[in-house]
């Protein structure tokens, strides 16, 4: 399948910074001391190591202490998220209540797992601070009055897929309460957290919560490559095993763990600073070719982290349309209709700008610019 000359569309991290020669390095010093490991299971927990190395990591951010043992390595995020879901929702099939709530504008393959599962997705407003809290309140207690409760509350709370929106610390505390209320479950994805480029950061939910209601979880596919598949989850120990009932697949790749865990061992930061650096100017340079090309025609958030760009087309441009006269000029984009947990169109696309180099991100949407003005016979 042929790359599109400005892809736009998915959430890819930065080529031009991957750090080739180090990590070749680094993998060439650990994989003859991986002569044992990689001859045996790796367990539900996964690679010692690289579990150190993420609580190391929470505690830098949140100065909260985690036990690496009650740190599980997933395959990737997506497989974190649905570990928690069959767990939380495991007697659905016996007649139990379907409902998580989450944002209404959500990630793709969170909204596709849970219709596969069978979950019924409750939406909560958001704006561009995020879910509304205001909203959340009025949806549990009308959950409540209705005799329904959640198995748990979604949240990507910081630069949140698709919209990049940032929860403020006021309303990440309101959500904190609603649930310990409700006494509801959390599951946090932060999986953007550290695709951080200026201002403050809120503390994450866990680390305003230390209750056995909090689950979180984080990643590597977004601070250094979604291809090592590398995710991981925390929770109190009661919740923990729970969860790791529902492990069927022998336990985490020890090999990529181990790699990865003898680059980042000394460096996570560095990296994650060197990262930053880059992937802020190409945050920079999509937002300066949408003033350029688009500034009185629609409007898009400024993410302070993240990958994405979520924009508002004019109200007489069509998604379907754009997308079509887009391809032709060899852009793509997301829809946002996909981001919405009931598929509901609107005049939203996102727009991912961590994989394209800079030029190219100047050109594409100098393309799309003109494939809505011809739309529009502008």
Request: charged content about 25%.
């Amino acid at each position: 399948m042929t790359t599109p000359p400005y892809d736009f569309a998915t959430g890819n991290t930065n080529p031009e910074t991957f750090p080739a020669e180090d990590f070749a390095a680094a993998a060439a010093a650990a994989i003859p001391e991986l002569t044992v490991e990689l001859n045996r299971y790796p367990g539900k927990l996964g690679h010692a190591r690289m579990r150190r190395l993420m609580a190391e990591r929470e505690h830098d951010r949140e100065g909260v202490r985690i036990d690496p043992d009650h740190i599980v390595l997933t395959n990737g995020s997506m497989q974190a998220i649905t570990l928690v879901a069959e767990t939380l929702c495991a007697d659905i099939d016996a007649g139990g209540d379907k409902c998580v709530v989450m944002e209404a504008h959500n990630y793709v393959g969170t909204i596709r797992a849970f219709d596969a599962m069978g979950i019924e997705m409750v939406g909560v407003a958001q704006d561009a601070q995020g879910m509304r809290t205001d909203d959340l309140a009025e949806v549990m207690d009308r959950l409540a009055a209705e005799g329904r409760r959640p198995r748990f509350i979604y949240t990507l709370a910081t630069y949140q897929n698709p919209t990049g929106a940032m929860m403020p610390r006021d309303r990440r505390q309101a959500l904190v309460e609603i649930a310990a209320k409700h006494d509801c479950v959390v599951v946090e994805d932060n999986c953007y957290g550290d695709v951080h480029f200026e201002g403050e950061k809120p503390p994450a939910l866990y680390a305003l919560d230390p209750g056995p209601r909090q689950i979180y979880i984080c990643s590597l596919s977004k601070i250094f490559a979604p291809g090592v598949r590398l995710g991981y989850l925390t929770a109190a120990p009661e919740m923990l095993e729970r969860i790791l009932a529902f492990r069927n697949d022998a336990g985490p790749n020890t090999l990529a763990a181990a790699l990865t865990a003898a680059y980042l061992d000394g460096r996570l930061w560095q990296h994650v600073e060197m990262a930053n650096a880059a992937l802020k100017t190409k945050r920079d340079a999509m937002l300066a070719a949408l003033e350029s090309e688009l500034g009185n025609l629609c409007s898009w958030s400024r993410p302070v982290g993240g990958l994405f760009i979520w924009l508002r087309l004019p109200d007489d441009v069509s998604v379907p349309a754009l997308q079509t006269a887009a391809e032709a000029r060899g852009v793509t984009f997301a829809d946002g209709a996909n981001f919405h947990i009931h598929g509901q169109a609107g005049p939203y696309i996102r727009l991912a700008f961590g994989f394209p180099p800079v030029d190219a991100i100047r050109d594409g949407i100098a393309e799309l610019g003109a494939a809505i003005r011809d739309i529009r016979g502008a």
